[in-house]
Every structure is written in structure tokens, then in C-alpha cells.
């Protein structure tokens, strides 16, 4: 089992810079990608980036393409998600997750990011 602590959420106005860090330990060897995904209130969580411990290959949700960087320090187990240009629609609880041989089976806490117009 892979253990996920996310930190780095808080209020920032639109068009504000945040970045949220992901610690994992815990059996990270078995995982293929850590990922980000998002739930705002009232609606389903979705996908919002992800990267291969790997190689490096990341991949983005269409609505986060341009304006969100995933990256990993290997070293530190530690996954970054830059969030720049942020708008009132990205507004959720981001919870990181690791992706296993059986599918995405371990989650962070999660944390807050707020985004005020």
C-alpha cells in the first residue's frame, strides 16, 4: 500500500499561481503514474494530470493543459502539481493518487484550493 499526504492548497484571486506537493512512501515501487484529480462541490472527481515515475511522461485534462505542470522528484517520492492562471472554476478538492497494476487504488486526504473571481 502506497501512503499520499498532499499539501499546498489555499485561497488565491483568479489569474494567482499555487502549487500543490504530494509525499508518498509506503510500497511506491509497484505504482506506474501518480496523478492528480480534482471534485468540486456537487459534481464528479476528474481527471487532472498525471505522471510516470518512469520515463517522466505526463498527460493533462484538456482543461488544464497550458496553464498546470505535473512534475517528481523521484528522490523525495514527491509529486508537484504547478498551478498558474487559475480561474474560479478550478476550485476543488485536489487529491493525489497513486496508480497501481489494479487501477488508481491509492488516495491522499486531499486539500483545498480555492479560487476567488
Known amino acids: 500500500q502506497v501512503q499520499l499526504v498532499e499539501s499546498g492548497g489555499g485561497l488565491v484571486q483568479a489569474g494567482g499561481s499555487l502549487r500543490l506537493s504530494c509525499a508518498a512512501s509506503g510500497r511506491t515501487s509497484g505504482s506506474y503514474r501518480m496523478g492528480w484529480f480534482r471534485q468540486a462541490p456537487g459534481k464528479e472527481r476528474e481527471f487532472v494530470a498525471a505522471?510516470?515515475?518512469?520515463?517522466?511522461?505526463?498527460y493533462y485534462a484538456e482543461y488544464v493543459k497550458g496553464r498546470f505542470t505535473i512534475s517528481r522528484d523521484n528522490a523525495k517520492n514527491t509529486v508537484y502539481l504547478q498551478m498558474n492562471s487559475l480561474k474560479p472554476e478550478d476550485t476543488a478538492v485536489y487529491y493525489c493518487?497513486?496508480?497501481?497494476?489494479?487501477?488508481?487504488?491509492?488516495w491522499g486526504q486531499g486539500t483545498q484550493v480555492t479560487v476567488s473571481s
Open positions: 505522471i510516470r515515475w518512469n520515463g517522466g511522461n505526463t
Open positions: 493518487a497513486a496508480e497501481q497494476p489494479t487501477g488508481w487504488n491509492s
